[in-house]
């Protein structure tokens, strides 16, 4: 039992467990970066397109994976923070039957409505047809994606940021030489058999090493109890996930509505994004076990300095790389395109885009303590309610009266009046916990 969460200095420990978690993630998105260029390169940029275009359903099954990895992990952490081996033994065994239960529904909702989703999306039949190519293997592979996905949290939870890292690298390496030899054999479904067989080389190390941590990790126990918690705990990232399905749908509908078919720019400022916010991400990723481990030990005073230690670095970071993304927009650009000479809508959309990630670290922050803190309830009606609420109304306003890049111009409105909101709940929901530092006669009253 990780140990170090309840006793090792904060700043430390999350810097400590950052790095690592910064590796695997960037590894994580450069994979995703390694695919879309050999697609574009190997088959075109209509495979690229349709790759992009099936976002909405690879989000649904991404989020399914989410659920079983957020709500079993957070689970595990309050164990770790109790020393109760025995209810980590139980949560282990009833994920996997959540997992297996989720990855049928995947596969079900692609036989039934894939095709009919794809066409509310496009009216290109070639993007279509390798969207379906793609799609029809990667769906069949959900236990797999959820597994490797809820193993990878379960890692986290354990302290075990390094060699999440290392089989990550593996799985990736693994991933590119697949692909370079499957792609021309069997087109997208040769590239989704590589990252299927990618992903499951990642959940077999990962199980390996947390049967190393506990020799019978295992306890064959059905608790109904345990599968509620997992899933009323995971739900709110879920549905943080499952929304941007919506999210994905509204914006592919508008960036149509305004004559500008090129789905493959879009693909790219996401992969961008992705990428950019991924300091953050490992920043957040370290903080969460630790912060749940600490609130489960009682320790209200480190949680309250691993706040504050995040806050900062997050905002710090996030401001350089923001300014990294507009120096070098029209470089990272043509790494995608075989066009030397960007169009300036396109430059200009890159940079709007890339003022999203000034808001990540505050939105980011305040939903992990929403959910962690015993609110996730509230933090599912925040995530839930902002697409219709927020992004809807904007895409069509900006619609009616931007001309150009009016998609991204709402979407960066949605997320600054998204994160105050959030951060405002955040607050009020827990008091001092995101203020300033404590006062001696403030830190006196949590220890007693």
């Known amino acids: 039992m990780n140990q170090d969460f309840l006793k090792e200095n904060i700043t430390k420990c999350i810097l400590n467990n950052a790095v690592p978690a910064l590796g695997g993630l960037i590894l994580l998105v450069i994979d995703s970066f390694l695919d879309g260029i050999i697609v574009s390169r190997m088959i075109g940029q209509k495979a690229l397109g349709g790759l ?14 989410s659920l079983v990895a957020s709500g079993a992990s957070i689970l595990v952490s309050k164990s770790i923070g109790k020393i109760d081996e025995y209810s980590i033994r139980i949560i282990f065994f009833n994920q996997h039957l959540v997992a297996f239960a989720l990855s049928i529904l995947v596969f079900g909702l692609y036989l039934f409505s894939g095709d009919w989703i794809l066409h509310q999306l496009s009216s290109d039949e070639m993007e279509i047809a390798f969207a379906h190519s793609f799609y029809q293997v990667f769906s069949a592979g959900s236990i797999i994606v959820i597994l490797s996905m809820s193993y990878g949290a379960l890692m986290r939870s354990f302290g075990q940021f390094r060699n999440m890292s290392l089989f990550l690298l593996a799985s990736i390496l693994t991933n590119v030489v697949l692909s370079l030899v499957l792609i021309p054999i069997l087109g997208m479904a040769g590239c989704a058999t590589a990252i299927l067989i990618s992903m499951f080389l990642y959940a077999i190390l990962n199980l390996f090493s947390i049967l190393r941590i506990y020799h019978r990790v295992i306890e064959l126990k059905v608790d109904f109890g345990i599968i509620n918690q997992i899933l009323s705990i995971g739900f709110s990232a879920f549905l943080f996930q499952f929304s941007n399905i919506f999210r994905q749908a509204i914006i592919l509908k508008f960036i149509n509505l305004q004559g500008n078919n090129d789905l493959a720019l879009y693909g790219v400022i996401s992969r961008i994004l992705a990428l950019l916010v991924i300091p953050t991400q490992a920043l957040m990723q370290s903080f969460q076990p630790l912060y749940i481990a600490n609130l489960g030990a009682n320790l209200k005073e480190r949680c309250i300095e691993s706040i504050q230690v995040v806050r900062n670095y997050g905002i710090l970071i996030a ?51 929403l959910q962690s803190s015993g609110n996730h309830k509230m933090a599912t009606i925040l995530v839930a309610s902002r697409e219709v609420l927020l992004l809807l109304p904007l895409m069509f306003l900006f619609n009616q009266f931007v001309v150009t890049n009016a998609v991204y111009w709402a979407i960066l409105l949605e997320v600054a009046i998204y994160t105050t909101i959030i951060y405002g709940v955040t607050r009020f929901k827990t008091g001092f916990m995101v203020e300033k530092p404590l006062t001696p006669s403030q830190l006196w009253t949590l220890k007693q």
């Open 319 to 369: 401001i350089v790389f923001c300014g990294l993304g507009m120096i070098f927009t029209e470089n990272i650009l043509s790494a995608f395109f075989k066009e030397n000479i960007m169009k300036t809508a396109s430059l200009e959309a890159f940079r709007i885009a890339i003022l999203l990630i000034i808001f990540y670290p505050i939105a980011s922050l305040s939903f992990v303590l």
């Open 52 to 65: 992009t275009l099936l976002t909405p359903l690879l989000i649904f099954q991404t989020s399914l994976g």
